[in-house]
């Protein structure tokens, strides 16, 4: 059994809807959720999107990469650190004690894309967390080759960050079939 | 003329790539770039993205924000510190000083879109906060609905956050024609 | 038996009151107390307070509640923040795993009373936490109401926070007779 | 004139009181409020408050500060600290270059009072940037005498942060009169 | 036995040397280190570093001592806080449950010597932290000094920070012989 | 004329050393320095310092550089956050608009030297963001090697942070001769 949260499962048809806001009370107000009860255990997660940007900036970061490798290596800390601070910067999160991140970076011919594994022994998941380190890392792309990308006009024609998804989100060590 | 930086514009065919790396040295190291010497105006960048969500979430999202919002007021606040905080979470970027934030929220029937628009009276552009704005406000939809969102399984199958763009970059009153 | 410090209760009139700072060393230096041998347990602290402010700002507030409710959910979202954060803003705190906060609002004639109830399952107590959890979100609450609360020379004749105070503090679980 | 923002004073009776929330848009919306187009100048604000603690309390104070003054230096860098992060405890204030921050320290037979003075040259006033000071100050001096003021359960049934009020707010050099 | 990582020892001549970079994937990565598996005891660490500069500054430091202390205590306020931020600042680090820290400061004739001792109950060993309050705190004392130690120019032709060492890192409780 | 603050410079032997130390009043309290008289100007202030390792975990880093070069570029990135941070870490530090952070990394047999620039438009020097760029970054090179720097018994018998001087602190463009 994988599901680490049976109870807050997605609503089915015959349930009241508002009852699926966890961080909302019933008198509409917000709160965070009690984890005082919850078990520890090993969790983990991984999200994973793109930033879309012209082939030639993605040239530009290739040729960088054979020799110093800043720009992907900066995106890598901001993704890091965004994941260590994602108790701040998501307000109803909790602080919880991150044992490992991961970043992964994939160039495609107009993209690139940034997976981020985290993986904590606290009392609730950290997909949030894993969230957190895939947008910051991609805007910290979008940052070191704005000049590359952006056009006569100043603007950014092409760049966009999409598809960024929760992968994988489960308790380790718990059988997945 | 609207374009603040002319001489970082999308290299052309015959300029070395590599020197539109303007956060990396000739040698590669990763470096901020001086902005001692630019004049200080006032600038206004707006980005945009959104997060796709079950309808069933949206409803919920609605209905609640009939009592107290407080699911899109969380993530309004989430986005104008996100922000604010751009110059920590982005490593390269400076601090400059935010004049303004605006965020917008536009509830589809399977999604949310944000749009945040940031003025500065700043030597450097604000679109990274912009950018900064919507990821982070878009995350904490995220994570206010995540029980809604998640399936029997734990996972998400269908949020995602995506089409995260820079829409408007400019110096304000300066015509853009 | 509550206290869960009973060797740092209030001196009596034979003890030395030097004694009793235990964040200043007997050389009179500041320090953090040693937690290390502390057990874990569950903890919760209560604290609350109110700010006095004209009985029309609380009509305007209760009116924008029945719309938004953003003026209170955004002292919320302050006070939940400034719980986590308190490790930071007093600096002889500990970092302590905050498992859940609750924050409550009433609104009398001329006064918002915030109370917070924070728990944790650390090796302190958390009052606090409570504590900067109820003057942060009542600041916050001045902040909303500035300009309601001025007068025509920019002064804030009547707004005043006040009676703050910790009302519980008790490991949970415990019987108190 | 001293009044800064004059078009912001306090309601009359035949004003709608929703007009005076700044910080909330027409819709409801919580907002940072526009200071692109205010002029610079110089601008100060001193709030006060105060912590009621017992008489022996005071005295371990005044006789550690004989000695080294850690309880008071604590709760000033305290003070001071919480001033500059204002505009991240805060959620809607803007980040203004604070210029000076004054601490004065009066003790009296049962209470500590604080009174911290702020000044910016931005374009708002700094006058929660004052009370933030004050507040966490006072929380400063109640955690390092927390073990002198806890009764035999652990509570403390005298300790109390009163009396926080914005003693003056104007601009700096303009005759007030 | 008191060495916590035994597979990460000093590497002898016939071991790569990559292999030692922990921090760095087989593909020369950044990387955290995975924590999740290590088993949680008390681990303590000791730094130490002194500032050298003018003996007219340590007279005028010692003299203050007499008086209000205010150099020192925000010296080891410094520092204290940059040791519960070092997750923060060395981007790599995990953020552990500091239980203690102790901060101790010696004059000499023309330096002064600040040694931090750090605890943890956490997975990883705490040299870092215990490192980034010494900088950290030794900077501070150069901040309060400042204008002592500038010469006629503005310049700082004496003043150094030096030798700042790891003096001891253990678990706690096992012997040492 | 470089000298910014001439009436600051260090005291000569007919003047009471007690004058010297800015950052506490008369009576011995600390203080933060009232900057809001002093005119903008740009300034600039370079810091150095070293970290002393062995031969061959300086052999490691050039390996390490010559693939991803994430070590000294994580270094790089510690140190630009360090120095927009100082207002943070140095309790009395203003927070100034730093405009240019510029770090050099220099590879010796047995040691790596950094060297950070700051510069900023502001109304104080920028030397302590210089110092607190130099000691972090140098401390994030520690953090990066300590497999490789740690002896059989978990020690740093070899590594230290020596040498960090403020090496030039100016106005920019005042000749300097």
Known sequence: ???????????????PAS?????TTEGGDVQMVDVGEKPESKRRAVATGKIRIQPSTVEAIRADEVGKGDVLSTARV???QAVKHTWETVPMCHQIPITNVETD?????????LTVTVETTGTTGCEMEALQGVT????VVWDMVKAAEKDEDGQYPEARIEDVRVVEKRKVRVDRD
Chains 1, 2, 3, 4, 5, 6 share one sequence.
């Open 78 to 80: 901001g993704a890091i």
């Open 1 to 15: 059994m994988t599901d680490e949260e049976p109870d807050q499962a997605r609503h089915t048809a015959d349930e």
């Open 19 to 23: 009852t699926d806001l966890t961080h």
């Open 105 to 113: 970076v994939d160039l495609d011919d107009d993209a690139v894309t």
């Open 136 to 139: 910051t890392g991609l805007t």
